[in-house]
């Protein structure tokens, strides 16, 4: 028997975008998404079709994160993203929130260049976002390489990281 925890709260920061400079939301709008979301933790002992959670799509706030071919260093569109989402995180709304740090690339280098590529974005999201004043231990860095692409393998938007806010 497997078991399946839910956790509702997730929010996605996708690669492949491209902006302006500044951010295309403000605080008020990371705060208002999460506000609304349900806010609960859900064990259920079975499997996804037992549980309700069979085709579930979770969706979430598209923090609009960007990566050039084979690197890890942020653009100036992602920092500017990253300035709004760390002065979100720092609000009393979100004091108690453990966030998920997943790291991505496509599938144009070796599956251990791109597991290592995906570790150093995480990181390199973790660390600005540090510098941002959010507290790190509340952050978890993680690669994943080019496992779960966003449809074909190959494709820019796969150079990404994905965020997914945790309340306990």
């Keep these: 028997m497997r078991v399946n925890v839910m956790f509702c709260s997730a929010m996605f920061l996708l690669a492949g975008s491209t902006i302006s400079p500044a951010a295309d939301y403000k605080v008020e709008d990371i705060l208002k998404y999460f506000s609304s979301q349900e806010a609960t933790r859900g064990i259920c002992v079975g499997s996804?079709?037992?549980?309700?959670?069979?085709?579930?799509k979770r969706e979430g706030f598209n923090l609009r994160m960007t990566f050039a071919l084979n690197s890890a260093v942020l653009t100036e569109e992602a920092k500017s993203n990253l300035e709004v989402f760390a002065a979100a995180l720092r609000q009393p709304e979100l004091a108690r929130a453990n966030i998920a740090i997943d790291g991505f690339t496509d599938a144009s280098g070796s599956e251990g260049y791109n597991q290592d590529l995906s570790e150093r974005r995480a990181q390199a999201v973790v660390g600005f976002l540090g510098d941002q004043g959010v507290e790190t231990v509340k952050l978890t860095a993680r690669g994943h390489g080019e496992s779960r692409p966003l449809g074909d393998p190959l494709d820019p938007a796969n150079r990404r990281v994905e965020t997914s806010l945790v309340t306990q």
């Design 48 to 56: 996804e079709e037992e549980c309700g959670l069979a085709g579930q």
